[in-house]
Structure formats: structure tokens, C-alpha cells
């Protein structure tokens, strides 16, 4: 049920919005109080939080619920894929909230670890060095999207979750469909079918000849049923491929417009982990993530937060706030790494970040050693934006070299 809309809330800035110049956050949403009322696109009020610690306040506070169909007045801007999942399917933790989730991800904890991250490196560069040639292969002028920053988050779950790899081709089609926002919802329950009978298959085929990947450690070394483990592999999908595929193509195409920046980088490679994490701060794709649902009236950065209320993190404007970093707006590589909110904050802190740290270096080093010349095939602002997509980024990126 949608809240009703009185005429005070019409001059309310909606969310989410455009963002500015390509990747700068809506203006409309900087400089106001850290934590002000707003009206969500389908035209409920809650609020929203641009202050830096005030997201970390929110994010921390077990006073914010993350499942997100508490309140029965509550319309979020949510993707089909959660909208399809309303009822929080088994394993899906991103969307609890303690102790529930604490069971789920205390049991990946230990596959998400800096040191897995660096166990993998090896097979994360050898899926880089693959991608690199199947972009090369394709010719110039190429999608980067298509041939590069799609391919590769996608082999890396492969890997991580042990799809055996005459099945990746199928993987990949059905990741790549899953995630694209224009399917109607008849193509897209289609697409999660074939998603829902691939993992069944796999735990199957796991249960009876078990390997060293995450699905085999979890069918032979936990109590999880079935259903569980296709709700953990389902959502390692969806949280690790668009958001690592957007942040890579949206990260060449912000080198690709800054050229000095990106000089610098081919003059001194040791500098891309922390440009990765300048890129994470400053093109923080997540347009419309986290939100959370007050479940008591709180006082947050001087807002009265009533039970029931929505609150929309704005992860674009929190990191552009001069409370995390001098000179904000500034893509600056050479800048000492900031404790950035791109991967969130609290008991639902990214639990992939180290292993898309992982794959955004490789990929940048490649990218940057394999194409001296790289650069833009057509004008800036042919380049088409994702601008309605809930993770922010560009739809193809045509380069040449
Ligand atoms: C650059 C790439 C990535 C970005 C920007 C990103 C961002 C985020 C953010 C902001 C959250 C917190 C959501 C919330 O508080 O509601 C999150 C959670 C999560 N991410 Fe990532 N992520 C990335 C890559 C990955 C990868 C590669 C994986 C795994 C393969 C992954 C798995 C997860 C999971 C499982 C959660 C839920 C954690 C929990 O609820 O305890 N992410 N991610």
C-alpha cells in the first residue's frame, strides 16, 4: 500500500535520481542536513541519509531492520529480483536481519577472508588474461562491457561456487539475463527457473561427488538443507556480478575520461589498489542501496525517525561527504585510501570486498598492460548510462587501441 502523498511532501526531492556530469551525485541531495525527509519514487516519504557518519550510525544501529517488507507502508525502490523474493527465501541474509543472519554468514565467513581472496588471486589473473583475449579477439572497436567487465565477475563465481566448466557457457547466459532490468517478468521468471533448476542440479551433482569449492564445503560440512544453498549461491550472484561488472566498466570508462590520472597508473602500476579504491569512493554505483526500515523511533543527525519509516543510504552523495575526505569531488589515484561506505557498514559490510578488490586490481593492471593505446571508440556522450538501473554504470562501452 502505497503512503498517501499530502502537498507538503510534492517539494520533496524524489529518489533516486539522476546523477550529475556522468557520475557526480544529484545536486539536489548535497548539502542539506545529513539526514532529511524524502519521497520515493513511487511516492512514499522516508528518509534519506547524505552524512557520512550518520550512514554509519544507521548501518550500525540494530534499531535499522535490512529485511525490507516490515513495514506494510513501505514501497521501496526495489530491482524484479528482490521484488520476486519477497518473502526472504531461505539463505538470502543480505535481507535479514540477527540472529537469522548471523547463522548464514558466519558459515562463509571463512571463503571470504583477505587470505582466500589471495588464494584465488592466481585463478582471478588467469580469468583476467582470458578476458583481455576474448576483447582483443573480438576486434576493434569493441563492447568492453560485453567482452570484459561481463565475462569476468561471472568466472570468478564460477570458481568460487565450482561450476564445473563445461557448464559456465549456461552459467553465464542465465547470470546475464537474471540480471537485466528490462525483462518482463514473465521472461524474467523464466530466467530465474533456469537459475533455480542450474543450482539444484549442481548441489546434486555436489552431494554425490563433493570438491574444494564453497557448494561442496557447504552440502558436505553443514546442516543446510537444499533451498538454503541455492539462496546463498543465488545471492552471491546477484551481489558479487553487477555490482564487480559495473564497477569495472564504469572504472575504465573514469580512466578512460581522465587521462592524467590513468598516466599516472602506467607510470607506477604499485598505485592501482589504492586508485581501485578511489574508484570505489568516487563512482560508488550503488544508486538506490542500502535501505533500511526503522523498527523504534530514533533520532538520527537530528531527524526523528519514527517505527515503520524507510531510510535510504545515499552511498554516492555519504562518500562525497568532506567529513570522509578533503576535496571530495576530486578523482584524485594518488589520495590515501579513505574509509569509503562503497561496500557498506556494519553487520552487512560486503562480504565479497575482498575478493572483488581482487578482481578489480587484476582487471585494471590488465587492462591498463594489455592496451597501451586504450581509449574511447566513440564520442563521450554516446556512452549511455545506467541511469535507472539500481546499480549504476554504463550499458556498453565501445573502445578501441
Ligand atoms: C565492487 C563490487 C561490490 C560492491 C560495490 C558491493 C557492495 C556491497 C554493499 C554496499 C553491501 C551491503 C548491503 C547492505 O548493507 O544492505 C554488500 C553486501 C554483500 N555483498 Fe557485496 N559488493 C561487491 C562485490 C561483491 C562480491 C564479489 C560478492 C561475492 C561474490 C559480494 C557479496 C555480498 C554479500 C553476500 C553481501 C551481503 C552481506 C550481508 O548481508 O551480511 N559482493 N555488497
Not at 583477505?114 to 576474448?134: C, F, N, S, Y
Not at 602500476?269 to 542501496?289: Q, T
Not at 530514533?298 to 531510510?311: L, N, P, W
Request: proline share 8%; charged share 25%.
Amino acid at each position: 500500500m502505497k503512503a498517501p502523498t499530502c502537498p507538503a511532501h510534492q517539494d520533496l526531492p524524489s529518489y533516486p535520481r539522476e546523477r550529475e556530469d556522468y557520475v557526480d551525485p544529484p545536486a539536489v541531495l548535497r548539502g542539506g542536513p545529513p539526514v532529511s525527509p524524502l519521497r520515493f519514487v513511487e511516492g512514499s516519504i522516508g528518509w534519506l541519509v547524505t552524512g557520512y557518519h550518520e550512514a554509519r550510525q544507521v548501518l550500525s544501529d540494530p534499531r535499522f531492520s535490512a529485511e525490507r517488507w516490515r513495514g506494510d507502508d513501505t514501497v521501496q525502490p526495489i530491482p524484479a529480483w528482490i521484488r520476486s523474493n519477497r518473502g526472504n527465501g531461505p539463505g538470502t541474509f543480505m535481507v535479514m536481519d540477527p540472529p537469522k543472519h548471523g547463522r548464514y554468514r558466519s558459515l562463509l565467513t571463512r571463503y571470504f577472508t583477505v587470505k582466500r581472496a589471495r588464494d584465488l588471486q592466481a585463478r582471478v589473473e588467469d580469468i583476467v588474461v582470458e578476458g583481455l583475449d576474448t576483447l582483443e579477439a573480438a576486434g576493434h572497436p569493441a563492447d568492453l562491457v560485453r567482452h570484459f567487465a561481463l565475462p569476468v565477475p561471472s568466472l570468478v563465481i564460477c570458481e568460487l561456487l565450482g561450476v564445473p566448466y563445461e557448464e559456465r557457457r549456461t552459467f553465464q547466459s542465465v547470470a546475464a539475463s537474471i540480471m537485466r532490468q528490462d525483462l518482463g517478468e514473465a521472461a524474467y521468471d523464466e530466467a530465474r527457473v533456469t537459475l533455480v533448476r542450474f543450482f539444484d542440479a549442481l548441489i546434486k551433482s555436489k552431494r554425490q561427488r563433493p570438491g574444494s569449492d564453497l557448494i561442496s564445503e557447504l552440502t558436505s560440512g553443514t546442516e543446510l538443507r537444499n533451498e538454503e544453498i541455492m539462496g546463498i549461491g543465488a545471492q552471491l550472484l546477484v551481489a558479487g556480478h553487477e555490482t564487480t561488472m559495473n564497477m569495472l566498466s564504469l572504472g575504465a570508462f573514469t580512466l578512460l575520461r581522465n587521462p592524467e590520472q590513468t598516466r599516472k597508473l602506467r607510470a607506477d602500476p604499485s598505485l592501482i589498489p589504492g586508485a581501485v579504491e578511489e574508484l570505489l569512493r568516487y563512482l560508488s554505483i550503488l544508486n538506490a542501496f542500502p535501505v533500511r526500515i526503522a523498527l523504534e523511533d530514533a533520532v538520527i543527525g537530528g531527524a526523528t525517525v519514527r517505527a515503520g519509516q524507510s531510510v535510504a543510504i545515499s552511498v554516492p552523495t555519504v562518500n562525497r561527504d568532506p567529513a570522509l575526505v578533503d576535496d571530495p569531488d576530486t578523482f584524485d589515484v594518488g589520495r590515501p585510501r579513505s574509509a569509503h561506505l562503497a561496500f557498506g557498514y556494519g553487520i552487512h559490510q560486503c562480504l565479497g570486498q575482498h575478493l572483488a578488490r581482487t578482481e578489480l586490481v587484476a582487471a585494471f593492471r590488465g587492462l591498463l598492460d594489455r592496451f597501451p593505446a586504450l581509449e574511447l571508440a566513440v564520442p563521450v556522450e554516446k556512452v549511455r548510462m545506467r541511469t535507472d538501473m539500481v546499480v549504476y554504470g554504463v550499458h556498453e562501452l565501445p573502445v578501441t587501441w
